[in-house]
């Protein structure tokens, strides 16, 4: 017998070429070189050897509690069991994974968790891709010796509107709670009781209310947790899958899209290192049912006779032509149309319309963003930031909304980067917000003097605010002085002019020349649309209209002769007047024409335009409307014609994140009735209107994007194609704009988390034969086809076949920028200022034609300083008349100390005690202001 206390081991030798921070250890026999610090289990995984886990996430602190992945470890005494998810690599050990010792191990830990869990895998949800039932088959004893009942739970119980527990199947992993504290700082949901009656639950009283309680479904590795909409809907190898991007904001979250049937079944988050890390908000989670709706429009339809009624393709484009020719002549000229909307289209949607309407319309009257946004130039022209160096730099400074119920993923990044890393966060903002309490400093501003907050930031000497405390202040200024600084810019009220934050965003950019920008605007595909053209005073390719003049004049044949209108400019002038509800004249606008026809792209603005008295005056003063839409709404009360388009999931295409990264949209399903794809209705429309766009499929339209858009040069299909480029491209593009973040053939970052039948392999369960290998082999084949082929990147900044040479394109935008920026004039003593944000549920088209999402939308208060409520002899929950000009509205109002002095707060788009906040906005008001009454 050998005493391993006397036994010394063999002293081990570095390999020369091991980098600095690796470390070189032996895995069941072989020499493996690992990252210093790393686990084990991460290592081993790495290096081609799947080690069963249950607790582990890769993107969470490690706990051991599952107790699954032991291996044996040598160490002074001799090798040990340990938990390879809680111990790190040393250099020179020995690891076995495949030992009797640790087969034994693995067998007893599986026979325990199987003591009390049921049998039920038939009327499981995740039978078929259960990660319990795969590591049992693979590594348990393969029978039970246990006869003893099992214990027995009330079956499921709803935690929340979206997910169900079934607490008998729960194996106490603690991923879920784990996930809830760490990951979204949402500690809802934890262990209750002790020993056999150990279960997972909620506090009582208090649901499970974080908008990213589906991600402990995805993660959960049993049946224990399942949302309402999969539940009993469909069996994992019914389904088919393809990857795809989420439209639902314009974060890009990569996703999975499962259906069965020609319906959608769900969305699972993939695991993209540059985006989302596997989250995903619920709104992007569940709002595929909205694509599955029974009230979905199949076919075109014309108002005859008071009336919409059913006709052909042909019949509908003909009317739209008529219609938009008779609205140019009696305008005289192509400003009498104007199109808005755009963001939910794909890039060659969006790209397309542009076309149609600058180069064969001739109008530049074209606006994505539906007064929601900030001026296009200052967005497109700033130095763009992407979300990792936002994560990774030293300072963030947002002026913006609430990044959580904007842009929901990007709130778990940054919050990751302030918790677990060293980013300081600095905000600006009228209000608090989700990321008040993480803030090293908070400083607040009155709507309109974002300016002003800006300069006493930039400019020691400046002037403070009242609003800002001295101490705060002279600790924003150093930690904007810091080496690395981002600033995510957006718009924080809806009752302010976007026009107010630009100014603000470009005296930061001016002080702070180093600094990078990450926009934050909330809409899909907003990012896309404004790179394709949909704006005023742009072109694609993030290019202005008089810099592109000559370059698309040449490649279209025309553009617009001048600026156009903005879609407040838009609705005003197709209203006639601003003189009241229902008031119109033929005074023509800023270009000399009257907006006569509108033509809105995928959006409603009866519900989500900041002004709705604007909007109705507008609908009732223009003289053609024409809606493109997948889903009925208020809008299509007042539309000449309908025209059916295909939704999320139905379109092949592309879309542009807010770090300018393009990414592919997988087609999985084929669109209801007589829908069409958004290019193709632009593309026939133009025919229709005797031109012709010579744009027949989505790839050829991509191919002229790539071909005239300076900003998407070099960019090509062969490059979206390539295996590295699955987690999109960043525009413009650079030697580093692909990152390799997933190779090919790789495993995904947590199985666990992606079930599914194909993920069966990296479970242990038997492998089927050649399927894996056909997979890598196909995908390494098609990257080798890419970087091989004549149709490759060509360098940044080369000529290739087109319209004209590269080296004639015109600049992309380059700020700051000059803007019109009104004037605020100081409020009176018995006025306040309204800030109107955003929340993530509304009664947006992607939730309230949702049934799941509905229920969940907020009716909202009046959000009031407590002092001001006291001056009113009020208290919180009690009732206040809220007065403007032209409305009246009492509504409930609730002490908010977080706000300044002489402002109130509401949401934006959500029940009200009375009437919307949109009854209160003046859109050509600089900020709104209001008196508040006792009713």
């Not at 009624?309 to 009317?319: F, G, K, Q, R």
Request: one cysteine or more; glycine letters at 10%; charged letters at 20%.
């Amino acid at each position: 017998m050998v005493d391993r206390a006397t036994t010394t081991e063999p002293a081990h030798t570095v390999p020369p070429d091991v980098a600095e921070g690796q470390v070189t250890f032996t895995l069941d026999g072989r020499q493996v070189t690992a990252r210093k610090g790393e686990m084990l289990i991460a290592a081993a995984e790495r290096a081609g050897t799947f080690i069963p886990r249950f607790c582990y996430h890769p993107r969470m602190k490690s706990v051991g509690v599952c107790r699954m992945c032991l291996v044996e470890v040598s160490g002074p005494r001799g090798a040990s069991l340990q938990p390879s998810c809680f111990v790190e690599v040393a250099e020179g050990s020995e690891v076995t994974t495949d030992s009797d010792k640790v087969k034994k191990a693995q067998d007893g830990v599986l026979e325990f968790l199987l003591i009390n869990h049921p049998l039920d895998c038939p009327v499981c949800d995740k039978g078929g891709e259960c990660p319990l039932q795969d590591q049992t088959l693979a590594h348990g004893p393969g029978e039970t010796r246990f006869v003893e009942e099992k214990r027995h739970f009330e079956k499921p119980i709803p935690i929340s509107e979206l997910v169900l527990l079934d607490r008998e199947r729960c194996i106490q992993c603690s991923r879920c709670t784990r996930f809830a504290a760490e990951v979204a700082g949402e500690a809802q949901i934890d262990f209750i009781g002790r020993a056999d009656q150990l279960e997972i639950n909620i506090f009582p009283g208090l649901p499970f209310s974080s908008y990213f309680s589906g991600n402990t479904v995805q993660i959960c590795p049993v049946g224990a947790l399942t949302a309402v909409p999969y539940r009993f809907s469909a069996r994992p190898w019914d389904l088919d899958q393809v990857e795809s991007t989420c439209t639902t904001c314009s974060v890009g979250c990569r996703v999975a899209v499962q259906s069965s049937s020609n319906r959608v079944t769900r969305l699972l988050g993939i695991d993209a290192d540059p985006v989302n890390h596997g989250w995903l908000c619920d709104k992007g989670r569940f709002a595929f049912e909205s694509v599955n709706s029974e009230d979905r429009l199949t076919e075109p339809m014309v108002r005859k006779a008071g009336r919409l009624v059913t006709v052909s393709w042909h019949e509908a484009l003909d009317v739209v032509a008529d219609g938009l020719r008779a609205a140019t002549k009696k305008s005289g000229g192509p400003g009498g149309v104007g199109v808005i909307g755009g963001a939910r289209l794909t890039n060659e949607g969006a790209y397309t319309w542009a076309k149609l309407a600058k180069g064969i319309l001739g109008t530049d009257s074209v606006d994505a963003q539906l007064g929601d946004g900030l001026p296009a130039e200052v967005v497109l022209g700033l130095p763009r930031a992407t979300i990792d160096e936002a994560v990774g730099a030293d300072t963030v400074i947002v002026l913006s909304g609430d990044i959580r119920e904007e842009l929901p993923v990007l709130f778990l990044r940054l919050r990751s980067g302030i918790v677990d890393g060293d980013l300081s966060l600095v905000e600006l903002s009228p209000q608090a917000t989700a990321l008040t309490p993480h803030a090293a400093v908070s400083l607040r501003y009155l709507p309109g003097a974002a300016t002003e907050l800006a300069k006493a930031i930039a400019d020691h000497g400046a002037p403070a605010p009242a609003t800002a405390d001295p101490t705060d202040l002279a600790e924003a200024r150093r930690l904007a002085g810091a080496d690395k600084v981002v600033i995510v810019v957006g718009r924080p009220s809806l009752a302010e002019d976007g026009a107010l934050v630009a100014e603000a965003v470009q005296v930061l950019a001016r002080a702070l020349p180093k600094a990078t920008f990450l926009p934050a605007l909330r809409r899909g595909n907003v990012m896309g649309a404004l790179d394709m053209g949909l704006s005023p005073g742009l072109l694609p390719g993030r290019v202005g209209l008089e810099p592109g003049r000559q370059w698309f004049t040449q490649a279209w044949g025309k553009v617009p002769d001048e600026r156009g209108l903005g879609t407040t400019e838009i609705l005003e002038s197709a209203g006639g007047s601003t003189g009241g509800e229902g008031a119109r004249t033929d005074k023509p606008h800023r270009n000399g024409a009257r907006v006569r026809a509108l033509v809105i792209l995928g959006a409603d603005p009866l519900t989500d335009f900041p002004d709705a008295g604007m909007v109705r005056r507008a609908l009732a003063g223009a003289d053609f409307v024409v809606s493109v839409a997948s889903l009925p709404g208020p809008l299509s009360a007042h539309a000449d014609v309908v025209l059916p388009v295909a939704e999320a999931h139905e379109r092949p295409g592309t879309t542009t994140n807010i770090e300018g990264r393009i990414s592919r949209l997988g087609q999985k399903l084929v669109q209801p009735g007589q829908s069409w794809p958004d290019w193709m209705i632009a593309a026939e429309l133009a025919v229709h209107l005797g031109a012709d766009l010579h744009l027949d499929s989505v790839a050829e339209v991509w191919d002229e994007i790539e071909r005239l858009a300076p900003a998407y040069r070099g960019i090509t299909r062969s490059v979206l194609d390539t295996p590295g480029a699955t987690d999109g491209v960043v525009a413009p593009l650079t030697v580093t704009a692909v990152a390799f973040s997933r190779r090919p053939g790789s495993a995904p970052l947590d199985p666990i988390a992606f079930p599914g039948v194909e993920s069966v392999e990296q479970q242990g369960a038997p492998p089927r034969a050649g399927l894996a290998g056909a997979r890598t082999a196909g995908i390494a084949a098609n990257a080798a086809n890419a970087a091989n082929g004549s149709k490759g990147a060509p360098e940044v900044g080369a000529g290739t076949s087109g319209d004209a040479a590269v080296t004639n394109q015109p600049p992309q935008l380059a700020g700051p920028f000059e803007i019109t920026v009104p004037r605020v004039v100081p409020t009176d003593s018995y006025s306040v200022r309204l800030v109107a944000s955003r929340r993530l549920y509304d009664r947006g088209a992607a939730v309230d034609a949702v049934p799941v999402l509905a229920g969940l939308i907020p009716d909202s208060p009046l959000r009031v300083n407590p002092h001001d409520l006291d001056d009113l002899g009020i208290g919180t929950g009690g009732n206040v008349k809220v007065r403007t000009a032209t409305t009246s509205l009492v509504l409930v109002a609730v002490a908010d100390p977080s706000l300044p002095r002489k402002v109130v707060a509401t949401d934006f788009n959500v029940p009200l005690a009375e009437g919307t906040v949109a009854d209160l906005i003046d859109a050509t008001a600089p900020v709104t202001e209001l008196r508040l009454e006792t009713p």
